[in-house]
């Protein structure tokens, strides 16, 4: 079926190391993937995304990984900060799909100072 | 502010009631979105609308009715509540453009059904 491999893991970091977030995903057909951040209380909110004719792309302090060959995706985050902390998601779609989304469970980032 | 709203924030029902939540986008975006999280965090589409058309229709129960009376709002109403449906609802929009774009979500409904 449909699914974007993530169980709800803690990632634990201390103030200033760098975050690696990771997420398999299982379609092979899909051609977007996003990154998105959901802090407590609130909605999802867009991070970074990558198109399937890259294999990298940085925004601020974000770097967003794609291996289509083992269809891995990973978001780094560069010296993580304690407004960092949140639930992680990514999500995957492909051009069929009229857009849809299909999330992942997310990972939950916990930043200590 | 240019955003995704929706109403109410929190809603706390009886069994069997009927109710409503509201979702308005001034982003000018074409398409709209319905999504439920469960406790799990898990997020899953339920609907997509664009410039006021369903046109995603996930497995979801009769009981939930969508309604876009104009491409900046998607509300979805919901019959005979039951305690499975509580959980956070988001709305989203995308702009007009290709079949995959980012979406934008709102601040999400927290439904409790008791």
């Known amino acids: 079926g449909e699914s974007v491999g993530l169980h709800l893991p803690t990632l634990s970091v201390q103030e200033g190391d760098n975050s690696i977030i990771n997420c398999a995903y299982s379609?092979?057909?899909?051609?977007?993937f996003i990154w998105y951040k959901q802090e407590s209380g609130k909605g999802p909110q867009f991070i970074i995304d990558i198109r399937s004719n890259m294999d990298k792309r940085q925004g601020q302090r974000v770097t967003v990984l794609l291996n289509k060959t083992v269809k891995h995706l990973s978001l780094q985050i560069a010296a993580t900060q304690p407004g960092d902390s949140a639930v992680y998601f990514c999500a995957e779609n492909f051009s069929g799909g009229y857009n849809k989304l299909i999330f992942g469970a997310g990972t939950r980032l916990a930043v200590h100072p | 502010d240019t955003a995704v709203s929706q109403t109410p924030k929190y809603l706390v029902t009886q069994m069997g009631n009927d109710k409503s939540i509201k979702c308005e986008q001034n982003l000018g975006h074409d398409t709209m979105y319905w999504y439920k999280q469960d406790s799990k965090k898990f997020l899953k589409i339920m609907f997509s609308?664009?410039?006021?058309?369903?046109?995603i229709n996930e497995t979801v129960p009769n009981r939930f009715s969508p309604k876009s009376p104009d491409k900046a709002h998607l509300n979805l109403h919901i019959n005979s509540l039951e305690l499975g449906d509580s959980a956070v609802y988001f709305c989203a929009s995308s702009p007009p453009g290709g079949l995959t774009d980012t979406q934008y979500f709102g601040p999400g409904t927290r439904l409790t059904v008791l």
């Open positions: 609308y664009n410039n006021k058309e369903l046109i």
């Open positions: 379609n092979s057909a899909s051609d977007y």
